[in-house]
């Protein structure tokens, strides 16, 4: 059984800076990949950042220089800091894990960016 639980999201301004954890509960915890996506409204759910082989990391294009994935894998959680927010990062973001074909999702956390 998978659960993913994030945290963390909230209103703020231009500018401002939120941190998104995901704490996550699945057995053999090692062999999933990792990831925040978010869903846009308007919009398809979109990769954020995702870890790749061991640390590993990639970005999307526009929060490549703002946005910072990291975890903690002693207490099983994941996290997202996000600076420099704009309110084109408005949405719900989304904490996943994968192995192989199977996807599993958090129930997402809004984040709302007023300008």
């Known amino acids: 059984q998978v659960q993913l639980v994030e945290s963390g999201g909230g209103s703020v301004q231009a500018g401002d800076s939120l941190r998104l954890s995901c704490a996550i509960r699945?057995?053999?915890?090692?062999?999933?990949?990792m990831a925040w996506y978010r869903q846009i409204p308007g919009s398809s759910r979109e990769l954020v950042a995702t870890?790749?082989?061991?640390?590993?990391?990639r970005y999307a294009d526009d929060v490549k220089d703002r946005f910072t994935i990291s975890r903690n894998i002693t207490r099983r959680e994941m996290y997202l800091q996000m600076n420099g927010l704009q309110p084109s990062d408005t949405g719900v973001y989304y904490c996943?894990?994968?192995?192989?074909?199977?996807?599993?999702w958090g129930q997402g956390t809004q984040v709302t960016v007023s300008p």
């Open positions: 996943s894990v994968a192995w192989g074909t199977q996807r599993y």
């Open positions: 699945v057995s053999l915890y090692s062999r999933y990949t």
């Open positions: 870890y790749l082989r061991g640390e590993e990391v």
